[in-house]
């Protein structure tokens, strides 16, 4: 978890802003990813009409939820796997935890999980002395950083090859001033492969699980997750339930979708699918909801469990580029998580949701078409209703709107903003004012158009 | 035809020459134009900012400035997109829906509803075109670049009609300023350096002047220019369809 947990998405955004050489690089490389989006999308004349299909399928999943989740339980509880339930992370946390201690392991392999991440399953398991080691290149190097990920698909596009090779020389032992990232990758599998060698215990997350075979699909470029797996006499595959479709045709319209959407790639280098334990392993699958019920009882949000994690909506947000993931203080950043963290504590994520322009790129881009700014602006309300509005912004709405509803008290109080702009503009061209802090404000006209109008074409006037 | 004028408050305040403009360019093309001079605002700026609940006076006030016009035009794709989306009323439901099916933005009721295909204007300079979000994705003015799909725009096909005017091509066709409403001042050294990026790509791609169908964009860009002390100027898409010099 990030260590800035107590501020707010402007301050932190604000923080990162500072380096503005960062932010242009930050933005430029994101940039560049949504532009291999773009490609990927465009070849394919059928783009729209997947993301339709992807969506339908999407819908009848929520609707059906509980009937799929049983279907697979009976199916994956007959192809020989464990299954877990856990009604929120505390209880995930504690079945790996107890899995993990019956093979008395103090060390254990994981391939990339945001929803490991969302739990906060690496603290909870180092708390009770057990190590685990990231697998996915980008989540190793911000685990020997100790920083959270800024990205649920690229975890450490924050840091610069440079800050990476640092990185290993003191962590790895890499020679000093080495930065050439095919080299740096080398020296992790290296690193690595002794630890898939000798860990007993793997945790994958799960893309996609599939009611009607009790299967599960987890898709990677590095395969790290097939290696942990395979290596391993305990194997545990953790889910949130709103993972599940209903057959594995349908895997044909997310699998296309997915890596599409996400770098631009046609298909994830393995998308590796996984039934039934090998013979002498032990295959186990919890099924988390942590909130996610809550969130599909709330009928203006649930569309937000359709998300796949392709993370499109992060490198297509012009906010999320020039703040950086860290500035969202929560496991799942960007757009989709200003959403997602409000259900889990209205209070503490609060702010995510007005950390955007509601320009609507996100939703767009977003291949379950979730209409992920119409609910940033729908939280707003929400938060607001709630008492989650800071009290300076209450007086100031209220005042506003008795202004705006009297259009005589409007007139005047226009004629007496432009006063003060045109005869004392230090009142507001000053450092408290942050409009004015690298903005110039408008130039003050000598009328409004109200009074133009009614000067210039009274007789036309109704 | 009986237009009603919808001049969003900033402009009113701010910018009147953008609701002269828009007048002056409704009325060559014959139309009857009529300003309800007891307007204010739409609402929008409480209702972005989580207080939609506050707005029923702004609301009921906006029904009976505007009911029963054939059209209602305003030089703004936010504010219309707005009334579009939020405009209700408990007491006149009807006349609400109504009127969200008749407010139109500028350029939409130029080129969908009075077909407009030529006009008299000049404007010799090279114009870097901004999509405004909310015309853009909100009320689709333009196709957007996240789409497979045809792709058109309805203020890119009125520019075409004014003789001189050059169209520069952005590296970043449709990409949000920054403005955002309250974002602008709560969030504002990411807004600011949105509009910094925004202007850098008209500058790079040579733009004299930065256009839109929205003046809350060119105002919050205009702000850095003018901080900057750049010589690219803003200017609102009415003014230079009216056919007025730089």
Redesign the interface.
């Known amino acids: 978890m990030s260590n800035a947990q107590h501020k707010e998405h402007a301050a932190l955004a604000n923080e990162f802003n500072k380096d503005a050489t960062r932010v242009g690089w930050h933005d430029e490389t994101l940039w560049w990813i949504r532009q291999k989006r773009d490609k990927a999308a465009h070849h394919l004349p059928e783009w729209e009409q997947l993301r339709n299909t992807a969506s339908a399928i999407k819908d009848n999943v929520l609707s059906n939820l509980h009937e799929y989740l049983c279907s697979f339980e009976e199916q994956a509880l007959r192809n020989g796997v464990q299954v877990h339930w856990a009604a929120d992370a505390k209880e995930h946390n504690e079945i790996v935890l107890s899995i993990v201690r019956r093979h008395g392991v103090n060390r254990m392999v994981k391939s990339k999980s945001m929803l490991t991440e969302e739990c906060h399953l690496n603290p909870y398991l180092q708390e009770h002395g057990i190590e685990v080691i990231d697998t996915d290149l980008g989540e190793r190097i911000v685990q020997l950083a100790e920083e959270a990920p800024s990205h649920i698909v690229l975890p450490c596009i924050h840091k610069k090859k440079e800050e990476i090779g640092a990185l290993f020389h003191e962590h790895l032992g890499t020679p000093e001033g080495n930065a050439d990232p095919q080299f740096l990758t080398a020296a992790a599998r290296e690193h690595l492969r002794e630890k898939f060698l000798t860990c007993k215990v793997a945790i994958t997350g799960v893309n996609f699980s599939v009611a009607e075979t009790g299967e599960f699909v987890v898709c990677t470029n590095e395969g790290n997750a097939d290696m942990g797996a395979h290596l391993s006499d305990v194997h545990i595959a953790c889910m949130g339930i709103e993972k599940i479709i209903p057959q594995r045709k349908h895997l044909g319209v997310f699998l296309r979708l997915l890596t599409r959407s996400a770098t631009g790639q046609p298909i994830t280098t393995y998308s590796s699918h996984f039934r039934k334990p090998r013979p002498g392993q032990e295959m186990h699958i919890i099924l988390v909801d942590n909130g996610r019920s809550r969130q599909l009882g709330r009928d203006e949000f649930r569309n937000s469990l359709k998300c796949i994690r392709c993370g499109a909506c992060f490198n297509t947000c012009p906010v999320y580029r020039r703040s950086g993931g860290h500035s969202y203080h929560t496991a799942i950043a960007g757009p989709i998580g200003s959403i997602l963290a409000p259900n889990l504590d209205m209070k503490a994520y609060a702010d995510l949701p007005f950390a955007s322009t509601l320009c609507g790129s996100c939703s767009n881009v977003c291949p379950v078409k979730i209409d992920i700014h119409e609910q940033l602006y729908k939280w707003r309300q929400v938060l607001v209703q709630s008492g989650y509005a800071p009290v300076v912004k209450k007086m100031g709405m209220a005042g506003m709107t008795f202004t705006l509803s009297r259009p005589a008290l409007y007139k005047i109080a226009g004629k007496a903003a432009r006063w003060t702009l045109g005869h004392v503009p230090f009142v507001v061209n000053n450092k408290l004012n942050p409009w004015y802090h690298q903005r110039e404000l408008p130039e003050v006209p000598e009328s409004s158009f109200g009074e133009w109008y009614a000067k210039n074409r009274k007789k036309k006037s109704s | 035809m009986k237009v009603g004028l919808f001049?969003p408050?900033y402009?009113?305040?701010?910018?009147?020459?953008?609701?002269?403009a828009t007048?002056e360019l409704l009325e060559k093309q014959g139309v009857e134009?009529?300003?309800?001079?007891?307007?204010?605002?739409c609402?929008q700026?409480?209702?972005?900012?989580?207080?939609?609940?506050?707005?029923?006076?702004?609301n009921?006030?906006f029904i009976r400035n505007f009911y029963g016009f054939d059209y209602i035009v305003a030089p703004s794709g936010s504010c219309v997109l707005h009334i579009k989306e939020h405009l209700h009323a408990a007491k006149d439901e009807a006349k609400a829906a109504d009127i969200r099916n008749k407010v139109y933005e500028l350029t939409e009721f130029l080129t969908d509803i009075l077909q407009v295909e030529s006009l008299v204007a000049n404007f010799p300079y090279k114009v870097g075109l901004h999509q405004s979000?909310?015309g853009q994705?909100?009320l689709k003015l333009s196709g957007?670049?996240?789409?497979?799909?045809p792709s058109f725009s309805k203020p890119e096909q009125l520019l075409k009609m004014v003789s001189g005017l050059e169209l520069i091509t952005l590296n970043?066709k449709?990409?949000?300023c920054?403005?955002?409403?309250t974002?602008?001042?709560?969030?504002?050294?990411?807004?600011?350096?949105?509009?910094q990026?925004r202007i850098a790509d008209h500058i790079t791609n040579g733009a004299d002047f930065i256009t839109a169908a929205d003046m809350s964009c060119l105002?919050?860009m205009?702000?850095?220019l003018?901080?900057r002390k750049s010589p690219v100027k803003v200017k609102h898409i009415a003014e230079i369809l009216n056919g007025e010099a730089a």
Do not use: W
Not at chain 2, 13 to 20: A, L, W
Not at chain 2, 45 to 58: D, I, K, R, V, Y
Not at chain 2, 178 to 181: E, I, R, Y
């Open positions: 001049v408050c402009i009113d305040q701010f910018y009147p020459q953008v609701g002269i007048l134009v009529v300003y309800p001079p007891k307007q204010t605002c609402g700026p409480m209702a972005n900012s989580g207080f939609e609940h506050l707005t029923q006076g702004c009921e006030l979000c909310h994705r909100g957007m670049t996240e789409l497979v799909a970043r449709d990409e949000c920054g403005f955002g409403g974002f602008c001042v709560t969030e504002e050294a990411v807004s600011v350096r949105m509009g990026d105002m919050h205009e702000g850095i003018r901080r």
